[in-house]
């Protein structure tokens, strides 16, 4: 009689264990990855202040902007941009999911009146560098 009520007690707290596990597992997964990356002579630079920087290997700033995040969606907005840029996105806002595999992130636009910001994010692998 006492090995079912513990039994019922040890199943129930593994099912507790279970789910705080995959809810920490579906937080840490969809936390904003912050950092350096790359993609041919681009890199972008996302800060944990909720900024990011467009910039080259030799150190030619060319963006400036800011970001947010819920989940795995992202809203950027341009704030400066430098004067190799061609379309003026300053203060326009887009919006794209993310995903990270390993060192990748990539961007798939889900809207954005920005035309050269959409070609230059929308399915482009950023490699994480140092």
């Given amino acids: 009689m006492i090995t079912k009520p513990r039994t019922a007690i040890t199943l129930a707290l593994l099912s507790l ?9 579906a937080t840490k997964s969809t936390a904003f990855p912050i950092g350096r990356y790359q993609s041919d002579n681009t890199i972008v630079i996302f800060n944990a202040d909720g900024t990011f920087l467009g910039t080259t290997p030799k ?4 963006v400036k902007g800011t970001y947010t995040h819920k989940g795995n969606t992202a809203t950027v907005t341009d704030i400066w941009e430098g004067d190799a840029i ?3 996105c300053t203060g326009k806002v887009g919006k794209y999911t993310w995903t990270k595999s390993g060192k990748v992130l990539t961007f ?3 809207e954005d009146a920005c035309e050269g910001r959409k070609h230059g994010t ?3 692998a950023w490699t994480q560098i140092n």
């Fill in 122 to 124: 929308d399915g482009v």
């Fill in 59 to 62: 150190g030619e700033d060319w």
């Fill in 86 to 88: 061609k379309e003026d």
């Fill in 17 to 25: 264990l279970a789910v705080i596990c995959s809810s920490n597992a």
């Fill in 108 to 110: 798939h636009v889900v």
